[in-house]
């Protein structure tokens, strides 16, 4: 059954998304269904690893973290944003040393960095363990440091490592 069906919430998940995306009708559910069928087949295919999370407490913890983040993230660049050039802003690049080195747990963080409003992922270079990302408001490189080292870093290796 797992090989016809290796991802059965993706292949429900993203046949839901076609309909949504669609008018419903019996041909739009087949064609949904089916191409749901080839990307779950394809997902396989990739055998992406299974991440055994750790710590389920600190997963709540830090998701309430990252949305207070991102809502005051939002408002912080909105004010930059509406305040135009009255308030002189420094953009820059900063390059981040880590010691997370599990995949799921960069992916999160590559995730929490880029929905971030005011700061992107650009790269992570594996070979010195280095996160290189953008911010849009740079005032205080260390306070950025500590940020992502002491307040993401630090959880998701509680949560993977």
């Known amino acids: 059954m797992s090989a016809v ?59 309430a973290i990252v949305f207070y983040d991102v809502v005051r993230s939002n408002i912080a660049v909105a004010r930059i944003i509406l305040q135009g050039k009255r308030r002189e802003r420094k953009s820059g690049f900063l390059t981040i ?24 992922w650009l790269d992570y270079n594996s070979a010195r363990g280095t996160l290189l990302i953008h911010v849009f408001d740079l005032v205080d490189e260390q306070e950025w440091l500590d940020l992502v080292r002491n307040r993401y870093e630090r959880m998701l290796r509680e949560i993977f490592e």
Not at 99 to 104: A, F, P, S
Not at 112 to 118: A, Q, R, V
């Open 5 to 63: 069906f290796p991802y059965p919430l993706l292949i429900v998940a993203l046949t839901v998304m076609w309909l949504m995306l669609t008018s419903f009708s019996l041909g739009q559910l087949v064609l949904g269904a089916v191409i749901a069928l080839i990307a779950a087949q394809g997902m396989a295919m990739l055998r992406p690893a299974k991440p055994y999370i750790k710590r389920w407490d600190v997963v709540v913890r830090l998701t």
């Open 97 to 120: 040393p880590l010691e997370l080195r599990d995949h799921t747990g960069l992916a999160i963080l590559a995730i929490i960095m880029t929905s971030t409003p005011g700061t992107a």
